[in-house]
């Protein structure tokens, strides 16, 4: 496994991370998560991501009961707040109210005295900037967050928090959580080069686009004990999987046929080709996947490959 440092900051986390949404506290039983988790731990992953409306906490619980056989500060754990965690009016957002309750609830949930990154896990128009920058400021200076991350917010969103932050002398945010895949590559016209720039970066989500860049999916056939078909998100990707789509997953196979490697492999490396990119985000519903994916960091793609890649997307 090999490891980059999180945007400016000293910290360094796993090339791969594993994340607990739609999978722990839901589709996959704590036996099997502890085990997926213990799996991660011992081929080099450190860095492990939940959040506060995963399963309304649970999975935050079977994450950290997973990680207690091993030191704290030999892992990094990760949270979030923003998302509605009950009917209140003040259960949601980024006010100082809301992200103070969560972050403590987090950490009792956890049995945690700290979360190494708290991620505002959607930008609230409704609160200003200034408030939810110096809540969690105040929790980096009482020690219970040590880094402070954001959750797809545009560049305007994250520059804004820079000036900010500058501004007041606040913690500054290391790291954004965008979706980026093969098929998802939004953030490569404004937010990578400015993230580039500024020194944030980007641990990203969904880089096996649901599981689709595993090859499974393809056909339009759901397996019935995939993670797609019990989270129901068969309907969208029979939407997706159509001849072209098909085509472009067969000659990207083939391009990871030619490296001895997994498609999965092929496009977990082809993200890990950015250099902003910190980490990369995946989910798993069993050991075995962790280890595939865990490989992908050792995959280094030619220029050529990325250009076929490129041809290959554009059809």
């Given at each position: 496994m090999n490891y980059r440092r999180l945007g400016r900051s000293g910290?360094?986390?796993?090339?791969?991370?594993?994340?607990?949404?739609?999978?722990?506290?839901?589709?996959?039983?704590?036996?099997?998560?502890?085990?997926?988790?213990h799996q991660a731990y011992e081929v080099g992953i450190n860095f492990f991501?939940?959040?506060?409306?995963?399963?309304?906490?649970?999975?935050?619980?079977?994450?950290?009961?997973a990680l207690k056989?091993?030191?704290r500060e030999s892992y990094v754990m990760t949270t979030k707040a923003f998302w509605p965690m009950g009917d209140g009016p003040n259960d949601?957002?980024?006010?100082r109210k809301h992200i103070m309750d969560?972050?403590?609830?987090?950490?009792?949930?956890?049995?945690?005295?700290?979360?190494?990154?708290?991620?505002?896990?959607?930008?609230?128009?409704?609160?200003?900037?200034?408030?939810?920058?110096?809540?969690?400021?105040?929790?980096?200076?009482?020690?219970?967050?040590?880094?402070?991350g954001v959750s797809e917010w545009t560049a305007a969103q994250i520059q804004e928090a820079f000036t900010i932050a500058?501004?007041?002398?606040?913690?500054?945010?290391?790291?954004?959580?965008?979706?980026?895949?093969?098929?998802?590559?939004?953030?490569?016209?404004?937010?990578?080069?400015?993230?580039?720039?500024?020194?944030?970066?980007?641990?990203?989500?969904?880089p096996l686009a649901q599981g689709v860049l595993t090859g499974k999916y393809r056909r339009g056939e759901i397996p019935k004990g995939s993670r797609a078909y019990?989270?129901?998100?068969?309907?969208?990707?029979?939407?997706?999987?159509?001849?072209?789509?098909?085509?472009?997953?067969?000659?990207?196979?083939?391009?990871?046929?030619?490296?001895?490697?997994?498609?999965?492999?092929?496009?977990?490396a082809w993200i890990l080709r950015q250099p902003n990119v910190a980490s990369t985000l995946v989910g798993a519903s069993e050991p075995s996947q962790i280890i595939e994916n865990a490989q992908a960091s050792n995959v280094v793609l030619n220029f050529e490959t990325l250009q076929k890649i490129e041809e290959i997307t554009a059809i």
């Open positions: 910290l360094k986390v796993s090339e791969i991370s594993l994340g607990s949404w739609l999978t722990f506290g839901k589709s996959v039983c704590e036996q099997k998560a502890t085990d997926i988790i991501d939940s959040a506060n409306v995963y399963e309304r906490g649970q999975a935050e619980i079977v994450m950290s009961r056989t091993f030191p949601r957002g980024l006010s969560q972050v403590h609830s987090s950490l009792k949930r956890m049995e945690l005295d700290y979360v190494d990154i708290f991620y505002c896990h959607r930008y609230d128009v409704e609160t200003p900037l200034e408030e939810t920058l110096r809540a969690i400021d105040d929790l980096i200076r009482q020690g219970k967050i040590l880094y402070v500058d501004r007041y002398l606040l913690d500054r945010i290391i790291v954004n959580q965008p979706q980026y895949n093969l098929f998802h590559r939004d953030i490569e016209e404004e937010i990578l080069p400015m993230c580039e720039r500024i020194g944030v970066s980007q641990v990203v989500w969904s019990q989270s129901g998100e068969s309907s969208w990707m029979k939407k997706v999987i159509n001849d072209i789509f098909n085509r472009k997953i067969d000659l990207l196979d083939d391009i990871a046929k030619e490296y001895d490697i997994t498609l999965a492999q092929l496009a977990l």
